[in-house]
T-cell receptor, first 109, second 116 residues
Framework: GENVEQHPSTLSVQEGDSAVIKCTYS??????FPWYKQELGKRPQLIID?????GEKKDQRIAVTLNKTAKHFSLHITETQPEDSAVYFC????????FGQGTILTVHP | DSGVTQTPKHLITATGQRVTLRCSPR?????VYWYQQSLDQGLQFLIQ???????AKGNILERFSAQQFPDLHSELNLSSLELGDSALYFC???????????????FGEGSWLTVV
């Protein structure tokens, strides 16, 4: 079956540091790679996405990089702030309705 | 505001009871998805409807059922409730059948279900 793995499962950084979360997938047919952010008790929200014809996309402090050959894509957050603390989900197999297990990011002031 | 509306926001009910969760998708969206999120759990896909028809089924219990009506709103019915059914239930919607064309999915605020 399809597999989606996120690493790390938890990530703790100091304010101002960078954070990187990696998502590995198995379905080579995937062509859309979104990242969702979910704050405690709230709905997941799309924060950035990338399509397979692009290797990198940046939006202010967040960026996503894609390696289709290796079947992984990563979320990069620079200059982290306490409000970045949340659970982050990748969903590379959205066509198959599969989310990663989530990464809990904690940014310490 | 994502445009996806879920009701009720909170619900407390007893074991053995039945509840119905309601979802109105974003205007123009044909796909509706239901997800369950228990404490410290990820997003577990339950079921998807597209334009009134069931299109995909995940780990949905036989005690649960759903439907999508002609006006595209959807209902998730949970019966013979057990303590373990306590969770946050999300509805989400998108324009297309899946995201392989890059169609974004939008989530509602969720319905908190507590079974006591």
């Amino acid at each position: 079956g399809e597999n989606v793995e996120q690493h790390p499962s938890t990530l703790s950084v100091q304010e101002g540091d960078s954070a990187v979360i990696k998502c590995t997938y198995s379905d080579s047919a995937s062509n859309y790679f979104p990242w969702y952010k979910q704050e405690l008790g709230k709905r997941p929200q799309l924060i950035i996405d990338i399509r397979s014809n692009v290797g990198e996309k940046k939006d202010q402090r967040i960026a996503v990089t894609l390696n289709k050959t290796a079947k992984h894509f990563s979320l990069h957050i620079t200059e982290t702030q306490p409000e970045d603390s949340a659970v982050y989900f990748c969903a590379p197999l959205w066509g198959k309705l599969t989310f990663g297990q989530g990464t809990i990011l904690t940014v310490h002031p | 505001d994502s445009g996806v509306t879920q009701t009720p926001k909170h619900l407390i009910t007893a074991t053995g009871q039945r509840v119905t969760l309601r979802c109105s998708p974003r205007s123009g969206d044909l796909s509706v998805y239901w997800y369950q999120q228990s404490l410290d759990q990820g997003l577990q896909f339950l079921i998807q409807y597209y334009n009134g028809e069931e299109r995909a089924k995940g780990n949905i219990l036989e005690r649960f059922s759903a439907q999508q009506f002609p006006d595209l709103h959807s209902e998730l019915n949970l019966s013979s409730l057990e303590l373990g059914d306590s969770a946050l239930y999300f509805c989400a919607s998108s324009v297309a059948l899946d995201s392989k064309g890059g169609n974004t999915i939008y989530f509602g605020e969720g319905s908190w279900l507590t079974v006591v």
